[in-house]
């Protein structure tokens, strides 16, 4: 995949004077500024990744600049083998209404063009409409129905073992003839980012521990997997299937997990499907959760659709 460094400072439509260009650590405290009431007393995960963001050079961190001063911004993270994931996408709210943040896609898409990527995606919540609105506008469609779930960790007694890397193979195919992974499209979660589920993504959750299962007579019963939420430095689920019972002790168990490792929260984004199941387990609650929509971008789904089952190269932009 071609690099993004290539596109700098170019001139968009919006607000006379408004330009894009690649993100300077110079624009770090006006970011910061703008981005520290995005979700009220929450504030926003940008300034955890924002080291990590500035110093990516496979995809791009983009600025929206007007008068000289950042007012938005978004990022392009390149997974490898033309797998794209948009995030971060925020606005000045002195500046909203102004078309900045369309004017931010047009720049994102120009990217693109020049990246040539296989698949791009991103996720927003289910009430979000703004980001609705403008994915729809661009091509995207939904292809997964998610439920994030926030809760406070709990003592007890973790259930099944972790996963040894000889059993990376059986695990992957279980999980590829999963209904989870059905359900999202062969996507896996890490809290708001998802993930095409592939074996080396497996091999290296096993790797870090971050992979338990439970055996029934020696065949797996159950898999899940506890990857690290990097936006909320935190454990999620990011992925769990199997018979009910080994289902709810393996999602039980992200809530041991992260108090085990001194956490006071974990997370865990599940499909829509399989939230009510959790729920009536008392293993979690539906107050303390919200709606994901995780979107792809039409063009690109087809082709890759069409490319798994004809064994060709996917369709790119």
């Known amino acids: ?16 004077g408004l330009r894009m260009r690649d993100a300077r650590p110079s624009d770090k405290r006006a970011v910061f500024a703008f981005t520290r009431k995005t979700w009220g007393g929450y504030g926003d995960f940008i300034p955890k990744v924002w080291g990590l963001w500035i110093g990516d050079r496979r995809g791009r961190f983009l600025v929206a600049e007007l008068d000289g001063v950042a007012v938005g911004i978004a990022k392009i993270t390149d997974f490898g083998n033309g797998e794209i994931w948009l995030e971060g996408l ?28 296989r698949a791009v995606r991103y996720c927003t919540g289910q009430s ?7 994915g729809g506008s ?23 073992e972790f996963a040894r890397p000889r059993e990376a193979a059986e695990i992957y195919r279980f999980m590829l003839a999963s209904r989870f992974v059905k359900m999202t499209s062969g996507l896996m979660a890490e809290g708001w ?9 497996v091999a290296s959750y096993i790797r870090q521990r971050r992979v338990m299962v439970i055996r029934r007579s020696g065949r797996l019963a159950g898999v899940a997997v506890y990857p690290w939420e990097r936006n909320d430095e935190s454990l999620t689920l990011g992925f769990v299937d199997g018979e009910p019972a080994a289902v709810r002790a393996l999602a039980a168990n992200c809530l041991r997990l992260a108090r085990a490792r001194g956490g006071k929260f ?21 107050k303390d959760s919200m709606g994901q929509l995780v979107f792809e971008h039409a063009g690109w789904a087809t082709g890759r659709a069409n490319a798994r089952k004809a064994g060709q190269p996917a369709r790119r932009f």
Do not use: Q
Request: aromatic share 8%; glycine share 8%; proline share 6%.
């Open 1 to 16: 995949m071609k690099s993004a460094s290539a596109v700098r400072g170019s001139r968009v439509k919006g607000p006379k």
């Open 90 to 117: 925020r606005v000045d709210p002195r500046h909203r209404g102004k078309g900045i943040a369309r004017a931010i896609n047009v720049e994102v898409l120009r990217t693109l063009t020049r990246m040539k990527p």
């Open 128 to 134: 979000n409409w703004g980001s609705r609105h403008i």
């Open 138 to 160: 661009f091509g995207f469609k939904i292809a997964a129905r998610m439920r994030y779930y926030w809760m406070k960790t709990r003592a007890g007694k973790v259930k099944g």
């Open 193 to 201: 980012i998802f993930r095409e589920l592939t074996p080396r993504l």
């Open 266 to 286: 974990c997370s865990a984004a599940i499909p829509s499907r399989v939230f009510p199941a959790l729920v009536e387990a008392g293993v979690y609650r539906r």
